[in-house]
């Protein structure tokens, strides 16, 4: 059974920076595209990025060039470099596959952007 574990959110000023980690247990992250999605109050879960298999990254407009998404082929870790926060970016962040949401979703972990 595949288990995903977010960590690394909390409370940070505009303009800060979080690393967010999720450790995936059960499968392979090399084995599928992983992306890490967000949940703002109020609102449904939306894709944030995604990694194919071969590396290639992709983000949502609002986060080009201020997020990164990699993973650590060895520790079966996806991670989520976020820079230069805003208020919107306020959500609880979850770790999936993608397009395709394979497993049951992880406790999330909460990001708060706020002075």
């Known amino acids: 059974q595949v288990q995903l574990v977010e960590s690394g959110g909390g409370l940070v000023q505009p303009g800060g920076s979080l690393k967010l980690s999720c450790e995936v247990s059960?499968?392979?992250?090399?084995?599928?595209?992983m992306a890490w999605y967000r949940q703002r109050p109020g609102e449904e879960r939306d894709l944030v990025a995604h990694?194919?298999?071969?590396?290639?990254?992709v983000y949502v407009d609002s986060v080009q060039g201020r997020f990164t998404i990699s993973r650590d082929r060895d520790n079966n870790i996806v991670y989520l470099q976020m820079n230069r926060l805003q208020p919107e970016d306020t959500a609880v962040y979850y770790c999936n596959s993608y397009p395709a949401q394979l497993f049951d979703w992880g406790q999330g972990t909460q990001v708060t952007v706020s002075s």
């Open positions: 990694i194919f298999r071969d590396g290639t990254e």
């Open positions: 059960g499968t392979r992250v090399s084995y599928h595209r």
